[in-house]
């Protein structure tokens, strides 16, 4: 990426995007590995998709400008909180909630902000979980704190999102009153949808616990398991993971 800046910072702006381009790889590390231990113990899913980008560099410049900040690699660092960002699409609300806790509550991420706009709809009608989180990057002799944006959203939050967002540059941000309500109303059905498909499954699920006398996980556990614990690392062998040992 072409630095949007004067050439003697470019140097600083080249440590900044390996910074940025490093807590990427660690953020979506972190999730994969959520998603996959999800899936080994529920056999499902919780996330659909997740992608990852660094901000353009005309991007950067345009949200300098808005905010009326000089262009250097010290105000973006300070100042643009989404140089690193992430978007992790999830099948249902709650799977964003349970991915959210599971992300902020690591030892090595600090939650600095967290917009919640799934419980506050922004007025257009706009659903989202944002946050921002630092996630430490360890250097041959330096250890820095880099800030990554967080998006987590339902397959149905995105669909809307991204057709706002095409409408939003269509009209240079001022669509027609028409058409801003449609898109609201479009956000409704949308939420409407997402509850709708998760009380599907939460039918289906007692469907299926029906049909097999509990789930094949539970019907062989010893009775003081419960199905919790039972995906669960058993506290004698938490240890052993890191541990050596010679025989
Ligand atoms: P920026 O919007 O990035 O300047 O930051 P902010 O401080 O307003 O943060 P916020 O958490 O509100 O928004 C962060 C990002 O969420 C935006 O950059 C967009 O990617 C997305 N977003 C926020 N609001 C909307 C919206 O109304 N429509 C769409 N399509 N995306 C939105
Ligand atoms: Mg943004």
């Not at 409704?188 to 097999?212: R, T």
Request: proline share 4%; glycine share 2%; with cysteine.
């Amino acid at each position: 990426m072409q630095p949007p800046l004067y050439y003697d910072e470019e140097e600083e702006w080249n440590r900044a995007l390996l910074l940025y381009n490093a807590v990427l790889k660690e953020i979506c590390t972190k999730i994969e590995i959520l998603n996959n231990e999800f899936k080994l113990a529920h056999q499902y899913n919780p996330i659909e998709h997740i992608s990852s980008r660094i901000k353009s560099a005309d991007s950067i410049a345009r949200k300098m400008r808005m905010n009326n900040r000089e262009l250097t690699v010290e105000n973006i660092i300070r100042y643009v909180n989404d140089v690193a960002g992430v978007r992790i699409i999830c099948t249902f609300t709650s799977d964003i909630y349970r991915i959210a806790d599971a992300i902020a509550k690591q030892n090595d991420v600090t939650v600095l902000k967290v917009k919640d706009y799934i419980a506050n709809p922004k007025p257009n009608g706009y659903t989202s979980y944002h946050m921002i989180v630092t996630i430490p990057i360890f250097l041959s002799n330096d250890v820095i704190d880099t800030k990554v944006e967080i998006q987590i959203r339902t397959i149905a939050m995105d669909f809307w999102a991204s057709l706002e967002h095409k409408i939003y540059y269509k009209f240079d941000g001022k669509a027609p009153d028409g058409i801003r309500e449609e898109l609201k109303e479009c956000a409704n059905i949308i939420s409407f949808l997402d509850q709708k498909m998760f009380s599907i499954n939460e039918d289906v699920k007692h469907y299926h616990e029906d049909f097999n006398g509990g789930t094949a996980m539970t019907s062989n556990l010893p009775a003081h398991l419960t199905k919790e614990k039972a995906n669960m690392i058993p506290d004698e062998l938490k240890s052993l993971y890191g541990s050596i040992t010679s025989d």
